[in-house]
């Protein structure tokens, strides 16, 4: 459960340094803008230098990668390939006008449902609503030829485009409802109940194991004949197959272009888990990797992160191929080798810290493919395995994927979001400075430390926080880059030059948990990602505290809501003080604690601060959610055949690739 996603989009990274922006002007870094996305393109620089050798790993990589994208739409939903599918033909064997109401109000559908990876939006997990009429459709699919039509599933698929109130939503949080029958995803099959599925689990869960699997990381929860609760597998032979098999003949590819003999055996290791679903080879195959930290190259691929399931144990295909950024690992291996002090130093009860921290090992990267779960909404930091046991035995790698954050920023020069929300010039000017390199500063702590710091006490079972555990464990990580982003200790490593660097980062962070991010809500409706959740969290308990005694407030001039902060070390101790607590609740597993926590600052929206943040919001017209288009690779041959080069290439746009994905990378 270890990703961070750019802080508020738009929002969070409307600011640069005046350091880069120079030869990247050319760039055209916009894609397309529609609803309330905006998508990017990003840069792959270094991909030039690297090895003929090293181009043909990643070249292997990136189509491994691709090949797992319709896993990923199937897990979100089991009507998802057949309505991508359904839409598709429609749009691409329409023969009438392009610029009729209908027919755009069906491409922008379209363009939904891609980023979304399915018929929810990735973020809200809300169903889409189309703004074309069924018989708009029926018209075009009429005309098709019998191989793109959907046939007898028609009507089915038509209810579940057109009617709200079925599959309403991919992912529910809500306090008391069932979680699996009221949620959407296709990681349970229908007629599981939450409690049949948590009494599964609870009997194969055995809390004495000191190196326990991820139970149900890799598999779909169904009824057997008889109506016993049983595991489908996604591997080889198993659910999946098809897109699994096509994955496993890159990586065979792959491997024989690998760095060296370690980089190798995490490629084999790989292939062995998806034939034979063996989550204890996962395990293996984590170990492994984590060890690996010499090779340039390196790259996820496999059922990640858990945030798509309401209790958080499967998890979502993805992938990222990525080389390292030798020059900016700099900054992240001065942070990681001073692990124990960082550590030693918290604001947590020391039998709540970890007395050796295990080979937190950080680095910054260069991604060359996002794939699965990670496109196009894609993080800009990563910190696996999500095993607890293998973090504490082995260590974790963490990643800051500055390609990633750079494109956010370029992308956002001159938006007018600092205008309108950071109404102290001086602020603004010190964001100008410092915000890139703390944004950065932030996620290396957040990811290659925050996560990897703390430890349970023994026999605490790691899922006792349940469907809260991912809002405090990003409360946690993000708590702890914040406490440090003010610490001497940063000027002491020459990470920063000015002791006040870390006052826009707070002031922006705070600015974002309590207001801006709200424009990623809809009127009415409570945040739920796991993210918002947590960054609402810690800001709605500083102003609760901290407003207490004047040490910053909201205040509210010519009806514009202001954020006004009178004493940043005051806010450091606050964040200090809440992770002691969520560290707390955590070593202990206080679920009843970690509850109230979220329940009571997490959730609720002021109706009244959010109307005013998406007024606001609507003058700047700022796309509240970004994504990527991915670059394209080409095998260069001579007359022989050999490969004598990989080419990369920026040109593509949204659609062509999208529509190019769906018919090229699609076995399912
Ligand atoms: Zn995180």
């Not at 991919?170 to 009221?182: C, F, K, M, P, S």
């Not at 000017?429 to 703390?454: K, P, Q, V, W």
């Not at 870390?502 to 990623?520: D, E, F, H």
Request: include cysteine; charge should be negative; charged fraction near 25%.
């Amino acid at each position: 459960m270890n990703r961070l996603i750019s802080s508020a989009a738009a929002a969070a990274i409307a600011f640069t340094s005046t350091a880069m922006a120079t030869e990247t002007d050319k760039f055209n870094y916009v894609a397309d803008r529609f609803a309330d996305i905006e998508v990017l393109r990003y840069r792959v620089p270094g991909f030039e230098q690297l090895s003929l050798r090293q181009k043909q790993l990643i070249y292997h990589l990136t189509e491994a990668a691709l090949w797992g994208r319709d896993i990923l739409w199937d897990q979100n939903n089991r009507y998802n390939l057949a309505i991508r599918r359904l839409i598709e033909n429609a749009y691409t064997g329409y023969k009438g006008d392009r610029n009729d109401p209908q027919f755009r109000a069906l491409e922008l559908y379209l363009k939904q449902i891609w980023f979304g990876n399915g018929i929810h939006h990735h973020y809200s997990m809300d169903k889409f609503t189309p703004g074309f009429t069924e018989e708009f459709l029926r018209g075009i699919v009429d005309t098709l030829p019998a191989d793109k039509h959907p046939g007898d599933d028609y009507a089915t698929l038509i209810d579940v485009i057109f009617n709200p109130s079925v599959m309403a939503k991919r992912v529910n949080q809500a306090e008391g409802a069932d979680l699996i029958a009221t949620s959407a995803n296709n990681l349970y099959a229908p007629g599981l109940t939450q409690q049949m599925v948590e009494d599964y689990y609870n009997a194969r869960k055995d809390t004495t194991e000191t190196s326990p699997v991820m139970h149900g990381l890799n598999t779909r929860v169904a009824l057997d004949a008889d109506g016993n609760v049983i595991e489908q597998t996604y591997m080889a032979g198993g659910l999946y197959s098809p897109a699994i098999e096509k994955i496993v003949d890159e990586l065979r590819k792959a491997s024989k272009f690998a760095e060296n003999p370690k980089q190798k055996a995490v490629i084999e290791k790989l292939i062995e888990f998806y034939t034979t679903g063996s989550l204890k080879t996962f395990d293996d195959y984590s170990i492994l990797w984590v060890d690996d930290t010499d090779s340039q190259i390196d790259f996820i691929n496999g059922f990640i992160e858990s945030y798509g399931d309401p209790l958080g144990m499967t998890g979502a295909y993805e992938s990222i191929v990525n080389f390292k950024n030798l020059d900016a690992s700099h900054r992240t291996e001065i942070i990681s080798s001073s692990a124990d002090w960082f550590e030693a130093n918290s604001p947590v009860d020391p039998r709540f810290r970890k007395d050796k921290v295990k080979g937190v090992t950080a680095k910054v990267i260069t991604a060359a493919i996002l794939a699965g779960d990670s496109y196009p909404a894609t993080p800009i930091g990563i910190n696996l395995p999500n095993s607890n046991w293998i973090r504490a035995e082995h260590g974790s790698k963490s990643v800051t994927i500055e390609n990633i954050t750079q494109a956010y920023d370029e992308a956002s020069h001159g938006n007018g979001f600092n205008e309108e929300f950071v109404p102290d010039p001086e602020i603004r000017s010190m964001m100008d400075r410092y915000l890139f390199i703390t944004d950065n500063l932030h996620t290396d702590l957040h990811e290659c430390l925050g996560h990897a710091s703390g430890r349970l006490l023994p026999g605490v079972d790691p899922d006792a926080l349940k469907a809260h555990g991912s809002t405090l464990e990003e409360a946690r990580a993000d708590l702890f880059a914040l406490y440090y982003l003010a610490d001497p200790k940063l000027i002491e490593l020459g990470l920063l030059d000015n002791p006040d660097a870390y006052k826009p980062q707070y002031y922006k962070y705070l600015l974002n948990g309590l207001m801006t991010q709200l424009i990623r809500i809809e009127p009415g409706k409570d945040v739920e990602e796991a993210h918002m959740r947590n960054r609402k969290l810690i800001s709605e308990w500083v102003l609760e505290k901290g407003s207490a005694e004047g040490a910053l407030s909201l205040v509210k001039t010519n009806g514009k809501t202001n954020l006004v902060v009178n004493d940043y070390p005051r806010l450091r101790s606050l964040f200090g003080e809440l992770l002691g607590e969520i560290q707390r609740i955590k070593s202990e597993g206080d679920y009843e604690a970690g509850r109230e926590l979220v329940e009571k600052y997490a959730v609720r929206v002021d109706p009244a601060i959010h109307k005013e943040v998406i007024d606001r919001y609507a003058a700047l017209s700022i796309a509240p959610y970004k994504g990527f288009v991915n670059p394209v690779y080409t095998l260069v041959k001579d007359s022989d055949g050999n490969v004598t080069d990989v080419t990369v290439s920026y040109s593509e746009d949204y659609i062509p690739q999208m529509l190019r994905y769906s018919s090229t990378y699609s076995p399912l």
